[in-house]
């Protein structure tokens, strides 16, 4: 018969060794008399690598074939098998187990909010207002006033300020391939157009006073033909 003995230490009696089974014909432990580290009565796991949690690779220890570290797939990626993690496809992203993909869920501003109907108010307001500025232009086209405003740019700038306007419409929208296509279109256009025609108009009449003091012979490239010019050129850098 043998004994089996741990080296156990106490806070109660001095650290010594104890006997926790015996080996007659077969081995006789008790378990409940063995010390593991920091008290603990339990047994340990003795194993040198635990099972991956839900959405995580396995990765081999080099050297120890037996042994991985388990890594949680990250960002848009799910787990492919035990070993590898993939991207979901652009439309989609990983389920809350990171086991697969599903379809990314589309939160959209509804017609019905406040967030939208404040804005969309204010923007027929606006569209209606510069409808009406357009049509008063229309109807007096030839006067004097009209044509020493400049008349062609007052154009440009009334279409890109209802360009302004406008977009509120398509950002609300339910976003599609052309409805995506024509917001990233028509977001920075508008003010393009009208900031455009502002700065032609603003040089023009500069140029215009600054010239009228060193002579009477009016500066270059003010007539409506080269100020439509130059400002659809700066649009089109922009």
């Known amino acids: 018969r043998y004994?089996?003995?741990?080296?156990?230490?106490?806070?109660?009696?001095?650290?010594g060794y104890k006997i926790i089974g015996q080996w007659t014909n077969h081995l006789r432990l008790n378990a409940e008399d063995?010390?593991?580290?920091?008290?603990?009565?339990?047994?340990?796991?003795?194993?040198?690598?635990?099972?991956?949690?839900s959405g995580e690779r396995k990765r081999m220890v080099k050297g120890v074939p037996?042994?991985?570290?388990?890594e949680l797939c990250d960002g848009y990626q799910y787990l492919l098998d035990e070993f590898n993690c993939d991207m979901c496809p652009f439309d989609?992203?990983?389920?809350p187990n990171r086991t697969g993909c599903r379809p990314t869920p589309i939160i959209k501003l509804e017609w019905s909010s406040p967030w939208a109907i404040i804005p969309v108010f204010l923007?027929?307001?606006?569209?209606?207002?510069?409808?009406g500025v357009i049509i008063t232009f229309i109807r007096f086209n030839d006067t004097p006033i009209v044509r020493a405003s400049g008349r062609e740019l007052s154009y440009v700038l009334l279409t890109g300020i209802f360009l302004i306007y406008l977009i509120t419409f398509l950002m609300i929208a339910e976003p599609s391939t052309v409805v995506c296509a024509f917001r990233r279109l028509f977001?920075?256009?508008g003010m393009c157009i009208?900031?455009?025609?502002?700065?032609?108009?603003?040089?023009?009449?500069y140029r215009i006073?600054?010239?009228?003091?060193?002579?009477v012979t009016p500066p270059k490239f003010i007539s409506p033909t080269s100020q439509l010019i130059i400002t659809f050129i700066l649009i089109s850098v922009q």
């Open 3 to 15: 004994d089996i003995f741990q080296y156990q230490l106490s806070n109660t009696t001095n650290p």
């Open 34 to 53: 063995m010390q593991w580290s920091a008290g603990d009565k339990l047994v340990p796991d003795s194993v040198c690598s635990f099972p991956c949690e």
């Open 66 to 70: 037996c042994c991985w570290h388990c």
């Open 92 to 95: 989609m992203r990983p389920t």
């Open 123 to 131: 923007a027929v307001l606006g569209i209606l207002a510069t409808s």
């Open 187 to 189: 977001l920075g256009l």
């Open 194 to 205: 009208s900031y455009s025609a502002m700065l032609t108009k603003t040089n023009r009449i």
């Open 209 to 215: 006073f600054e010239q009228g003091k060193k002579s």
